[in-house]
Structures are given as structure tokens and as C-alpha cells.
């Protein structure tokens, strides 16, 4: 397991009277990582000093983490009642959501621990930097800075095309909605990397609501070459979720014609037609007649 020692410090600023404390470079900035359309639960914890509260104090201890479980203290620290009060907040509710659970001084140090259940549910890839802000009632305001990471999720299905011919759009469509009780405006197209002969529409336009029938969305396949498969990847975006889809376009197999080839029976003329002629025959009666 993790453990938090006081090795940190945070630069201090005023902003209407009130000291706000932004951690310094030697902090950690702890993240929260998992796949898009998965959900991932951890301990998110920080650590500040109450004293930080005077103005006339530059530097102040703070620390973070985000783990599976209640981070372990330093030797000889212990976790006692604390009497202070403190609120907190995101500063991006759409992707996380934040849930407090204990706040307890550190013995012999003086310092504070706030603990929090954190859970991450993106709906795509993202990457970017979440800002935990903690205000005292005694005065002060501490900024904890996290990352929260998505990588792609699993294709949610497969999609094959079988061409009718070359130079031909054969044509595919699916429906989508969307994940509210509003049409939510969307963006379609083939990832990076897929083949040419794949095209998406319409590339813009609102999914419908969920319970309606959905949007049509349809992906055209034209192969210019016999017996190739053609592969690619159909995206469809909006603010908050991605859908996926391995596309596979097979194309015609070509296959050399083959043919009977036929020879023409030969007809008897009308002058051979009927009896066969016996030329011995004849032969011989041309003789008895020449013959005195």
C-alpha cells in the first residue's frame, strides 16, 4: 500500500483577501485511469496543513493520492477526531463524482486528511487534468490538481459489407440514441487509418432520445478492386460518449468467364440428299453400253 510523508509544499496566492494555495512543483499529481464505458472506484485523499490558513506563511504542506484503499500514514502518525470545518468541490462533475467520507487531524504533525470515495464512469477516450478545490471556514482555499485518463473502449459490435460490384455504393445503416431524454447533437466519421473506400452519413446531426426509434447512420462501402477485404473503424461521437465499430468491406471475388464452345452441324446439300448412289453400278452400265 501507499504511504503519505510531508515532502510536498504548495506556493500560496491571495484572491480577495483569502490565501489560495496551489501545490508547487515537487507535488505528485495522482490520476485515475481506466477504459471508456468502465467504471473505476478509488480512495482519493489529501493532506494540508490548517495553519496554512495565516497569510504570512509561503510555505505549506499538501499531498494527494488516489488508491483502492485508505492510504497507510507515515510511522508514528495516527488519525484523530477533527474538530475543523472544510467544503470541497470538482471543478468537472461530468465525468466523475465525489463523495465524502471522513476528515481527521494527524497526530503529532497537526495536519488534516480528507478522505474521499471518487468514482470515474467516461463514456470515451479522455485525458485531462481535474481540480479538487478544499475551503476551510477559518479562511484558506487549497487546489489539488488530478488526472483522470479513458483509453478507447472494446468496438461495441462488427459490421460486414459485401459489395454488389465494383464502382457501387452496397450500404449499411444502424441506430443510435442518445443516453438522455434529449436529442444530443453528434459527429460520425471513419477513424484515421481506414480505408478510402468507406464513407459515413450524415457526419452531423442529433441522435434522438432514448425510447424513439433512433437516428439512422450509414456507412457506404465502393471497392474499385476484385477480391480485397477493406477494413475500418466508424466513430460516433458526442460530448460525452463514443460508440465504435469494426467496419469489413468485402469486395467482389473475380472469376475468368467460362463458356461451351460449339461446332455447327454440317447439312446435306439438296443435290446428296435422298438415296445413296451406287457408283459400281453405274460404271458397269456405261461399259454395256459402249460395249457393240
Not at 482519493?44 to 495565516?54: F, G, H, N, Q
Not at 453528434?186 to 484515421?192: F, I, L
Amino acid at each position: 500500500s501507499s504511504g503519505i510523508n510531508a515532502e510536498c509544499g504548495v506556493s500560496t496566492q491571495s484572491t480577495g483577501g483569502m490565501p489560495v494555495y496551489n501545490v508547487s512543483k515537487a507535488y505528485r499529481q495522482p490520476q485515475i485511469t481506466c477504459k471508456s464505458k468502465e467504471r473505476k472506484e478509488g480512495f482519493l485523499e489529501v493532506i494540508l496543513d490548517p495553519a496554512a490558513t495565516k497569510p504570512s506563511q509561503s510555505q505549506e504542506y499538501a499531498e494527494a493520492s488516489i488508491t483502492e484503499s485508505p492510504v497507510e500514514l507515515a510511522s508514528g502518525w495516527q488519525r484523530e477526531k477533527c474538530e475543523r470545518e472544510f467544503t470541497f468541490s470538482l471543478d468537472d462533475n461530468s465525468l466523475l463524482s465525489l463523495q465524502h467520507c471522513s476528515t481527521s487531524q494527524i497526530s503529532p504533525p497537526g495536519l488534516v486528511i480528507l478522505t474521499f470515495n471518487l468514482v470515474f464512469s467516461p463514456g470515451k477516450p479522455v485525458r485531462k487534468t481535474v481540480n479538487l478545490t478544499v475551503d476551510s471556514s477559518e479562511g484558506g482555499q487549497w487546489v489539488f490538481p488530478f488526472t483522470a485518463t479513458s483509453t478507447p473502449a472494446t468496438p461495441d459490435d462488427n459490421i460486414v459489407i459485401r459489395a454488389s460490384g465494383l464502382h457501387k455504393d452496397s450500404v449499411i445503416g444502424i441506430r443510435l440514441n442518445s443516453l438522455t431524454n434529449s436529442a444530443e447533437p453528434y459527429r460520425a466519421y471513419m477513424e484515421q487509418g481506414s480505408d478510402s473506400d468507406f464513407r459515413v452519413y450524415p457526419e452531423e446531426g442529433d441522435l434522438l432520445p432514448m425510447g424513439t426509434e433512433g437516428t439512422l447512420i450509414c456507412v457506404a462501402y465502393k471497392p474499385t478492386l476484385y477480391g480485397k477485404i477493406h477494413n475500418g473503424k466508424l466513430i460516433v461521437q458526442t460530448a460525452t460518449n463514443e460508440w465504435s465499430y469494426e467496419v469489413q468491406g468485402q469486395s467482389p471475388s473475380f472469376s475468368v468467364p467460362v463458356g461451351i464452345a460449339t461446332t455447327p452441324l454440317r447439312q446435306p446439300s439438296n443435290a446428296s440428299a435422298g438415296t445413296r448412289k451406287n457408283f459400281i453400278r453405274q460404271n458397269m452400265r456405261k461399259i454395256a453400253q459402249k460395249t457393240p
